[in-house]
Each structure stands twice: as structure tokens, then as C-alpha cells.
Nanobody, 115 residues
Framework: QVQLVESGGGLVQPGGSLTLSCAAS????????MGWYRQAPGKQRDLVAR???????IYADSVKGRFTISRDNAKNLVYLQMSSLKPEDTAVYYC?????????WGQGTQVAVSS
């Protein structure tokens, strides 16, 4: 059974940058597509970036050009580099499979963008 633990969130000013990490307790190399999701207060959880096992990526329009997803299958890690952050990026960020599995939702990591 794989467990996913997100980290790296925090408070950042608009225009700033953060890098989130997702650590898997088991091997993710066998998992096909991984994604980063986010949920803002009162809103649904949305997929913002996905990456295949081979490294192909797709981004939501709202983060395209600002966020970069990557993965290290050997270290069982998935990253989300976020730059040019906006207040509307404020949310709890989660990693999971794409499509997501209810068994793999973790606690998420809070990102707050505010001056």
C-alpha cells in the first residue's frame, strides 16, 4: 500500500515561489500518472498538474506557465514548483494518482498567497 505525504507549503507574497514535495512510502515507479490537486475554501478539489510515468505533463490553464510538475521515480517523489504566485492560488494542495484514488488522499499542504 502506498501512502502519499505532501510538504513544502507556507505563506508567500504575491509573485513569490514555493516548491511542494510529495513523498510516497512505497514505490511510485509503477504508478502511471501522478497529479497535484488543490482545494480552496468552499470550492471543489481540482487537478492543476499531472505527469505520466514517462514525464509528459499537462497543466490547468490557470497555472500554465507558472507551475512545473516533475517526478523522481527512483526517490519516490513528485514535485510542484510554483512561481509568480497569485492570491487565487491559495489552497490546500494534495498529490494523488490521476484519476485519484480515495485510498491515497493525504493531509495536504497549505499554500497561502498574501501580502
Amino acid at each position: 500500500q502506498v501512502q502519499l505525504v505532501e510538504s513544502g507549503g507556507g505563506l508567500v507574497q504575491p509573485g513569490g515561489s514555493l516548491t511542494l514535495s510529495c513523498a510516497a512510502s512505497g514505490t511510485i515507479s509503477r504508478l502511471l500518472t501522478m497529479g497535484w490537486y488543490r482545494q480552496a475554501p468552499g470550492k471543489q478539489r481540482d487537478l492543476v498538474a499531472r505527469i505520466t510515468r514517462g514525464g509528459s505533463t499537462i497543466y490547468a490553464d490557470s497555472v500554465k506557465g507558472r507551475f512545473t510538475i516533475s517526478r523522481d521515480n527512483a526517490k519516490n517523489l513528485v514535485y510542484l514548483q510554483m512561481s509568480s504566485l497569485k492570491p487565487e492560488d491559495t489552497a490546500v494542495y494534495y498529490c494523488n494518482l490521476v484519476p485519484p484514488s480515495s485510498a491515497y488522499w493525504g493531509q495536504g499542504t497549505q499554500v497561502a498567497v498574501s501580502s
